[in-house]
Each structure stands twice: as C-alpha cells, then as structure tokens.
C-alpha cells in the first residue's frame, strides 16, 4: 500500500496556520473571562459576609474582655466610658 502525500501551496499553511492561532486565541480569551467571573463570585460571596463576620470578632473581643473583669471593674467609668 503506497503512503498518500498531500502538498499545499504556502498560503494554504498560511492560511490554516492564521486560523488556528485565531482560534487558541479566542478559547484562552472565553476560558480567561469564565476564571475572572469565577473568581468575582467568590470576592462578592466573602465580601457580603464581611460585616457581620467583623460584628462576630467584635462580640468575642468583648466577651473576653469582660470575662475578666470583676464586677467592680465593670462599674468603673475608666474602662466602661
């Protein structure tokens, strides 16, 4: 069985050679854009709960502030203003 051999003129290789190139371009350009979108759900999810995550931090520090306080310091108007 005889190997086929197929030859084209240079601006076919050209040609083809453009089209791919267009083409891996264009795909890393769609899959670029879907990782940002990813990645800006996920800031806005984290970012929503920024505030009450923050209300959360402040309740512990006080709580463990005042653990340690007698009840005479917490009359005190120094500490408690």
């Given at each position: 069985?005889?190997?086929?051999?197929y030859?084209?003129?240079?601006?076919?290789?050209?040609?083809?050679f453009?089209i791919?190139?267009?083409?891996?371009?264009l795909?890393?350009?769609i899959?670029m854009?879907f990782?940002?979108?990813v990645?800006?759900?996920?800031?806005n999810?984290?970012?929503d709960?920024?505030?009450?995550?923050?209300?959360?931090q402040?309740?512990?520090?006080i709580?463990e502030?005042?653990?340690?306080f007698?009840?005479?310091?917490?009359?005190?108007?120094?500490?408690f203003p």
């Amino acid at each position: 069985m005889m190997k086929k051999t197929y030859y084209h003129s240079l601006e076919i290789v050209y040609f083809t050679f453009a089209i791919f190139m267009l083409g891996q371009f264009l795909l890393f350009m769609i899959f670029m854009n879907f990782i940002i979108a990813v990645i800006n759900e996920s800031y806005n999810k984290i970012n929503d709960k920024k505030t009450s995550y923050e209300f959360l931090q402040k309740t512990k520090m006080i709580y463990e502030k005042e653990a340690h306080f007698s009840q005479k310091d917490l009359l005190n108007d120094i500490y408690f203003p």
